[in-house]
């Protein structure tokens, strides 16, 4: 067999929707996909959402069915939503609620061989949109990438549900997304692989690219805008960056040291509760000390993302400088085969990893003091 040629691509969900109350044409949407529809939602999220979509499916002509999610996206967790799809003889599945029920939905709905909606009501990842899903251990460890040969048919965002929800989601989607470019970057300049199996175009580079714009002009106003509850402009620039911006742009940009040590820290007890945004905003600083990035790009970096409420420090993620043996652990899995550590454009050894990882602590706590910031709190895990 020949090794195929390289070839640049970009793929992107069918549909993609956000505004103020969306959900309420969510019938109207799903009726281009499908005609059997089952929804997967929580108990909590379904409260929220129910009176809505169920006058939404009534005016479409659709019926509602609910399977509950259990949370993580887990093996055991899509298997049964595997089953649940057959039984209900579902020709399209929805997701709604946070990034762990849309990557089991998202699984569950390619292994079933339906089509699959994400309707996210946080704007925490960059999840939805994408043709992969996370798997995770039952303890809560990254466990694989799965890739599926589409992606969602439609991405519905109700910005209303965004605003409502508690506003350290959006926090944990700004860190999401401002990883993005920094990874998009890396994978161009290391010509490596994407996500979505090819060489990066220029349209994703830009896509990246516009997602960290946008942040940087919006979170802040955006982010006081939710802890009120209200959409303004700035809130819908903000989740477009953090869901389809960051969504396209990491999938068909590339992923690089960011994720791979978010994926490493997942395997540190001390960090678990914490929000995948979070951990990859740790690897976000700790991926731009590894470039030898300009000093001045990384002070801005620690210190909008210290105003914005994300972690830069050991401390905020309930590690120390000296829990070497731990961070050992972390920067191996962060640097094992497979892992996307290999789209930088340089090697990185897991040697490289740690040290990386334990001078972020310092560096960090100087920008801070410096800029009159207030110092990091020690994170506990519970
Ligand atoms: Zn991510």
Do not use: C
């Amino acid at each position: 067999m020949s090794t195929p040629v390289p070839v640049r691509t970009v793929i992107s969900p069918g549909r993609y929707v956000q505004g103020k109350d969306a959900i309420t044409r969510l019938g109207e949407f799903t009726t281009e996909i499908g005609s059997a529809p089952l929804v997967v939602a929580d108990d909590i999220v379904w409260e929220l959402v129910k009176d809505k979509v169920t006058a939404s499916f009534a005016s479409a002509g659709l019926e509602v069915r609910r399977e509950t999610s259990r949370g993580l996206a887990t093996k055991v967790e899509v298997d049964r939503l595997v089953e649940a799809i057959k039984e209900a003889k579902a020709d399209v599945v929805i997701g709604i609620g946070g990034g762990s029920a849309i990557d089991a939905v998202k699984s569950a709905g390619y292994l079933a061989g339906i089509r699959w909606v994400s309707t996210p009501t946080v704007a925490s990842t960059d999840a939805p949109t994408s043709a992969l899903s996370v798997i995770y251990t039952e303890d809560g460890a990254f466990e694989e990438y799965r890739f599926f040969p589409r992606n969602p048919d439609l991405v519905l965002v109700d910005t209303q549900l965004v605003a409502n929800a508690p506003v350290r989601f959006l926090v944990a989607g700004v860190g999401d997304a401002l990883a993005t470019w920094l990874e998009a970057r890396a994978t161009q300049r290391a010509h490596a692989t994407t996500m979505a199996g090819g060489q990066q175009t220029e349209t994703a580079a830009a896509l990246a690219r516009l997602s960290w714009d946008l942040i940087w002009e919006n979170a802040l106003p955006a982010i006081s805008a939710v802890r009120d509850h209200l959409v303004t402009p700035a809130v819908e620039k903000l989740v477009e960056a953090n869901t389809l911006l960051s969504g396209l742009g990491f999938e068909s940009g590339g992923l690089a040291a960011a994720h791979a040590i978010h994926n490493g820290l997942t395997a540190a007890p001390q960090t678990h509760g914490l929000t995948h945004g979070q951990k990859v905003n740790i690897g976000s600083i700790t991926q731009l000390v590894l470039e030898g990035a300009p000093t001045q790009e990384i002070r801005d970096f620690i210190i909008f993302t210290t105003r914005v409420g994300l972690p830069n420090t050991l401390t905020e993620i309930g590690l120390k400088v000296s829990d070497v043996a731990d961070l050992q652990r972390v920067a191996e899995a962060a640097t094992a085969e497979g892992e996307t550590m290999s789209n930088m454009p340089f090697p990185v050894t897991a040697a490289d990893v740690v040290d990386a990882l334990r001078s972020i602590e310092g560096l960090s706590r100087q920008v801070r003091a410096d800029a009159g910031l207030p110092e990091p709190e020690f994170y506990t895990a519970h």
